[in-house]
């Protein structure tokens, strides 16, 4: 990139930071200071408003930046993350959202602790939220320091050291200063944002190829350098038996992960009622819908376009697949069109990026405050709100520091691979308690608690010893070699293992399970009767 297009690109950078500090200021304005303000935005936003923040929170740099790489690297095989997500809303609509926006406050641990001993679950469940939102964070700032990379011709370690490091602190003012209320507008912008930039380059795509699909996926095979081979099942995932459990493990994680984060559980709470949770999602699946759609023509287009080769010369793990698409669709390098579709999707990216981490670290601090603070001290406390909310904005801090560091660590990793672990260890650990909390009447405190560490413990242990972090030269250490677990996603495992420890917990629990709290939170739950 000449200096005048990378100008550009910073330019608009520049006035999508400026345009979301001025929504973040007027919203710090705004605020009553109170919890619920913090935490929920006061709950005034609409089913239409949420629906869009939903999908600005969940259309992540994974989405735009990671699928469309790993489409444009490995074909058929790469789809599975764009079918993946989309499906796992259904799991969302069917069992989640209705539910916890009537049983919970403002995390997933208030749905559990409903009906259990508050102290135990609500460490756990904290812990466990926190890990999920610093894993899913990594992703983000991975995704960051790529995009800045590719924009300065990819030869200043120190830019994209310096990125991940301003986006961090730029999420912890969104966080700190505007609370939930902040937080969603922003995404509300960047999704129509993200939308629009998605659409056009879909377009211009079609266009290319007259609109024949037919053409575009034959020239696709043809540049990726396998042939057929890029449009059948097989090419990432059917090398041996490890691979494909690896195929099978990685579809569980995406599909069963999605209602077990944090950050999307709590925007069920900025809407006014349960049905507005409902028809939120409803929105969201619309929206997100048409996003992973489009996300596939993307892949395809890159590797027809500018040719896996050039891809993977360009980021090894696909990462800058669309800025480069978008680039040769312009009229390629050297020219102003080219140039500014280029800056126009580095900026949506960079956009998408900063809503995303805004929300997630929200959930994470929220965690932190209201789950794991919350529970050592005296509830029900006017005072304590106030301070809960200072410590929120303190764990926001140490949240962001928590994930610029695993961020620099991590840079040379896939987005979309690096969400699919946080989805892994969100199926293992929140998940189970969710669904025994809300479905099965004998649940009890410990089999909470063992749920949640049950699923936990081994998802983040079988990470640790999996290929991801030692043993071959794409690993977080190349240089070093403790791994005992094949597969790269632990799903497979952690998620079976996770339901176990809690049928297990409770049946071996002395307590009594609290029948009288399940039918409470039962017709709650379906009825909305005492929802907040």
């Avoid at 609500?122 to 995704?143: D, E, F, H, K």
């Avoid at 944002?193 to 020239?219: E, I, K, N, P, S």
């Avoid at 540049?223 to 090419?235: I, M, N, Q, V, Y």
Wanted: glycine share 12%.
């Amino acid at each position: 990139m000449s200096g005048d297009h990378q100008t550009l690109a910073l330019l608009l950078f520049s006035a999508f930071v400026a345009v979301t500090l001025a929504i973040t200021t007027w919203a710090g304005r705004k605020r009553r200071g109170s919890a619920e303000e913090f935490y929920a935005g006061g709950r005034l936003f609409s089913p239409m408003e949420n629906g869009f923040a939903i999908a600005g929170d969940y259309m992540s740099a994974a989405s735009f930046l990671g699928i469309s790489g790993l489409i444009a690297l490995y074909g058929y095989d790469g789809m599975l993350y764009s079918v993946g997500f989309l499906v796992a809303w259904l799991v969302v609509l069917l069992f989640v959202a209705e539910l916890v926006r009537n049983c919970g406050r403002f995390t997933l641990a208030d749905v559990i602790a409903a009906r259990m001993r508050e102290r135990p679950v609500r460490i756990a469940t904290g812990t466990s939220s926190v890990t999920v939102s610093v894993l899913y964070l990594v992703a983000q700032m991975v995704g960051a320091g790529s995009l800045v990379a590719l924009l300065l011709g990819g030869t200043s370690e120190a830019a994209r050291s310096w990125t991940v490091i301003g986006v961090g602190a730029l999420m912890v003012v969104y966080v700190s200063l505007g609370g939930m209320r902040a937080t969603t507008w922003i995404q509300i912008v960047k999704a129509v944002l993200l939308m629009a930039g998605t659409l056009a380059l879909t377009v211009l795509v079609l266009l290319r190829f007259h609109g024949d699909v037919d053409q575009l996926l034959t020239t696709a095979a043809e540049r990726s350098g396998h042939g057929s081979d890029f449009l059948a099942p097989g090419l990432k995932y059917g090398a041996d038996w490890t691979a494909r459990l690896d195929f099978i493990s990685l579809g569980l994680a995406l599909v069963l992960g999605t209602a077990g984060l944090p950050h999307i559980l709590s925007r069920f709470y900025t809407v006014p009622t349960a049905r507005a949770a409902r028809r939120s999602v409803v929105w969201s699946i619309g929206l997100i819908g048409s996003f992973y759609l489009m996300t596939i023509v993307l892949g395809f287009g890159a590797a027809a376009i500018v040719g896996s080769d050039d891809v993977r010369a360009s980021s090894a793990a696909g990462n800058t697949a669309v800025p480069l698409l978008a680039l040769d669709l312009g009229g390629g390098a050297g020219t102003t069109g080219g140039a500014v579709l280029f800056a126009v999707v580095a900026a949506v990216a960079f956009a998408t990026i900063l809503a995303v981490v805004a929300g997630i670290t929200l959930a994470s601090s929220a965690s932190v405050a209201h789950d794991l603070y919350a529970s050592l001290r005296r509830r029900h406390r006017r005072s304590e709100a106030y301070r809960e909310v200072a410590v929120a904005r303190v764990a926001a801090a140490g949240i962001g520091a928590v994930a610029i560091g695993l961020g620099l660590l991590a840079r040379d990793l896939n987005v979309a691979f690096l969400v699919g672990l946080a989805f892994a260890v969100a199926a293992s650990a929140n998940l189970p308690v969710l669904l025994y909390s809300l479905f099965w009447r004998n649940f009890t405190t410990r089999g909470a608690v063992w749920s949640v560490y049950g699923g936990l413990v081994p998802a983040v242990l079988l990470v640790v010893l999996s290929p991801v972090v030692s043993g071959s030269p794409d690993s977080l250490f190349p240089g070093v070699d403790f791994q005992l677990f094949p597969l790269q996603n632990p799903g497979a495992v952690s998620i079976p293992l996770g339901f176990l420890a809690g049928w297990l917990g409770t049946v071996t629990s002395p307590e009594p399970p609290d029948e009288a709290g399940h039918a409470e939170t039962e017709v709650r739950a379906l009825t909305g009767a005492g929802a907040v």
